[in-house]
């Protein structure tokens, strides 16, 4: 176990369904981050959050909500979706925006869109 | 545009035949350079942070090296268990940016 924690490991769902990633932190960090990882393609950044604000959104489609109620947890909310949304998101967390160790990251959410 | 280019895309060795990984940077400012291991089906594993050209860092049978444009990660004597994506990445703007990454396999 890295300390971040990705619930469910999978997921599969409909194109009108709605659903949630969750990801929660036992680091005691105080930055979390988002990142879609697709075959063939460098991780993409999603959303950034330090001290539960939002500092990036890596324009993002708005199908993709993210919400940060404190500093230990990450959400990623998720609705009317495309197949091209199918992929590895990883959650990842650091203390500071620019750690010397850079993030620590969860095992991801391996999400199909059907 | 600040850019991470990891080369080869793929790279397949017999045991114990050393090799390098190079990941070539484009970035205003560097801020740390990192290395990341990947298993399938986990997330990236911290490796190592490089911060000015000419440092090096070693774990087990790794060692990373910096220059002002590129950093290598050169695997000596590797076993099967070092078989994975190594990811390189450096800070652009708020959080790092990835390059693809080198899937390395090494058989027995």
């Known amino acids: 176990e890295t300390g971040v924690t990705q619930t469910p490991r999978h997921l599969v769902m409909g194109m009108t369904n709605k659903k949630s990633l969750k990801c929660e932190q036992h680091l005691g960090h105080n930055a979390m981050y988002w990142y879609k990882q697709s075959a063939k393609k460098p991780l993409e950044l999603m959303f950034v959050y330090s001290l539960e604000e939002r500092v990036e959104n890596n324009s993002v489609p708005s199908r993709f909500s993210p919400e940060c109620p404190n500093s230990s947890h990450l959400f990623l909310h998720l609705h009317t979706l495309q197949p091209e949304d199918s992929a590895l998101y990883l959650c990842?967390?650091?203390?500071?925006?620019?750690?010397?160790?850079?993030?620590?990251f969860g095992s991801g959410t391996r999400l199909t869109v059907v | 545009e600040d850019q991470v280019t990891q080369s080869p895309e793929a790279l397949r060795l017999q045991e114990g035949e050393s090799s390098s990984l190079n990941c070539s940077y484009t970035?205003?400012?560097?801020?740390?350079l990192f290395w990341y291991r990947q298993d399938p089906g986990k997330g990236p594993e911290f490796l190592f942070t490089l911060y000015s050209a000419g440092e090096e860092k070693e774990k087990e049978r790794l060692k990373a090296t910096l220059t002002k444009k590129e950093s290598f990660l050169h695997i000596t004597a590797p076993k099967p268990e070092d078989s994975a994506t190594y990811l390189c990445?450096?800070?652009?703007?708020?959080?790092?940016?990835f390059g693809k990454g080198t899937s390395l396999l090494v058989t027995p």
């Open positions: 990842a967390s650091s203390q500071g925006l620019q750690g010397a160790e850079g993030y620590t």
């Open positions: 970035v205003s400012g560097l801020r740390g």
């Open positions: 990445a450096v800070y652009s703007g708020y959080a790092l940016n």
